[in-house]
T-cell receptor, first 115, second 109 residues
């Protein structure tokens, strides 16, 4: 069984450009989460999809971030326009249970560097 | 606000035992989880405590005291491959995981 996959693994873009991150969850997992870790700090929740619906997007920093999950399968997270403070590692996770009390499965993350 | 506190770094010797503590303050509590992350890798689920007490999984154990808003991860018979960052995370009343900043475990031969 394939795990959670994220693409790209690394992205370096200039301030003001647009970047789109993709996450393919484990097949059958309705719950999909996006997290971000800025260097040396805690992993911060961004948003939570249940199938194609946004269950909770309270962690989205601002309206430069747009997440979608078309058809309840893969998800994309677009940053437009990117700012320097958006640099960090963006993790995607999926789970069968809401809130993943017994563990969510994480992807390897996308390391975003905005220069 | 919601917060989890854990030490930023812990150093131990190969073969020894180490305990990583986590205290939390969250809006609602629906369990404490521990994740391991090697450099450049994905966080990997280690353990979950929903009720008070000790959960044991091989060399790793996790403890929870809800009255003290406190838990710990215990790693025994440390191996070099255990060098990683360890995160505690609490599931809050919105069913989201609130994370600590992570503890970097350094193991010396």
């Amino acid at each position: 069984e394939a795990g959670v996959t994220q693409f790209p693994s690394h992205s370096v873009i200039e301030k003001g450009q647009t970047v789109t991150l993709r996450c393919d969850p484990i097949s059958g997992h309705d719950n999909l989460y996006w997290y971000r870790r800025v260097m040396g700090k805690e992993i911060k929740f961004l948003l939570h999809f249940v199938k194609e619906s946004k269950q909770d997007e309270s962690g989205m920093p601002n309206n430069r971030f747009l997440a979608e999950r078309t058809g309840g399968t893969y998800s994309t997270l677009k940053v437009q326009p990117a700012e320097l403070e958006d640099s960090g590692v963006y993790f995607c996770a999926s789970s069968q249970e809401r809130g993943a009390p017994r563990g969510a499965f994480f992807g390897q993350g996308t390391r975003l560097t905005v220069v | 606000g919601q917060s989890l506190e854990q030490p930023s770094e812990v150093t131990a010797v190969e073969g020894a035992i180490v305990q990583i503590n986590c205290t939390y303050q969250t809006s609602g509590f629906y369990g404490l989880s521990w994740y391991q992350q090697h450099d450049g890798g994905a966080p990997t689920f280690l353990s979950y405590n929903g009720l008070d007490g000790l959960e044991e999984t091989g060399r790793f154990s996790s403890f929870l005291s809800r009255s003290d808003s406190y838990g710990y991860l215990l790693l025994q018979e440390l191996q070099m491959k255990d060098s990683a960052s360890y995160f505690c995370a609490v599931r809050d009343s919105n069913y989201q995981l609130i994370w600590g900043a992570g503890t970097k475990l350094i193991i010396k031969p």
